[in-house]
T-cell receptor, first 114, second 113 residues
Framework: DQQVKQNSPSLSVQEGRISILNCDYT??????FLWYKKYPAEGPTFLIS?????DKNEDGRFTVFLNKSAKHLSLHIVPSQPGDSAVYFC?????????????FGQGTILTVHP | KAGVTQTPRYLIKTRGQQVTLSCSPI?????VSWYQQTPGQGLQFLFE???????NKGNFPGRFSGRQFSNSRSEMNVSTLELGDSALYLC????????????FGPGTRLTVT
């Protein structure tokens, strides 16, 4: 069973500081990962992704790092803003016959204080 | 362009009843996936439809079913509702599925009493 684990249910940071959200995974034969953000009463929205041919992908304030040997990825948000307060999901995209199927982590609630 | 829409947004049903939820994908998107979100299990994949055919299926009992119409709109049905079916049901659409970005609707909140 392929799992995605976010061990920190919540994270609180001060505005302007760095937010680091972590994720571990198991048994992946096709390493493609995404981060989704979810506000209350809305569906998740895509934030950033990374594939196994990279160890880093950057998009503005958001950077995702992938450590394949440790089966670990992290999302860095710099600088953090109050509008970033949301639930962040680490997501694995399946390959093979289940190509495109998304497996979500439990999510981390990020709170950015002004 | 309009996003993914789901109807109804909220629903209350009684154990043993059945329910049908609807999802209209973004215009031009042919793949529709359904997910269930609960506090205990998180967000879990139910199934994916593409061109009116179920292409992928998650680990849910046969009480959960779905279909897709020729205009790509999709419905999911849950029969013989159980208390544990209370959840937020999310629909996501993408152009062709696979590695395409999935766009989520706001979800339908189902409460089973």
């Amino acid at each position: 069973d392929q799992q995605v684990k976010q061990n920190s249910p919540s994270l609180s940071v001060q505005e302007g500081r760095i937010s680091i959200l972590n994720c571990d995974y198991t048994n992946s034969m096709f390493d493609y990962f995404l981060w989704y953000k979810k506000y209350p009463a809305e569906g998740p929205t895509f934030l950033i992704s990374i594939s196994s041919i990279k160890d880093k992908n950057e998009d503005g304030r958001f950077t995702v790092f992938l450590n394949k040997s440790a089966k670990h990825l992290s999302l860095h948000i710099v600088p953090s803003q109050p509008g970033d307060s949301a639930v962040y999901f680490c997501v694995r995209m399946a390959g093979g016959t289940s190509y495109g199927k998304l497996t979500f982590g439990q999510g981390t609630i990020l709170t950015v204080h002004p | 362009k309009a996003g993914v829409t789901q109807t109804p947004r909220y629903l209350i049903k009684t154990r043993g009843q059945q329910v049908t939820l609807s999802c209209s994908p973004i215009s031009g998107h042919r793949s529709v996936s359904w997910y269930q979100q609960t506090p205990g299990q998180g967000l879990q994949f139910l199934f994916e439809y593409f061109s009116e055919t179920q292409r992928n299926k998650g680990n849910f009992p046969g009480r959960f079913s779905g279909r897709q119409f020729s205009n790509s709109r999709s419905e999911m049905n849950v029969s013989t509702l159980e208390l544990g079916d209370s959840a937020l049901y999310l629909c996501a659409s993408s152009r062709t599925g696979g590695g395409d970005e999935q766009y989520f609707g706001p979800g339908t909140r189902l409460t089973v009493t």
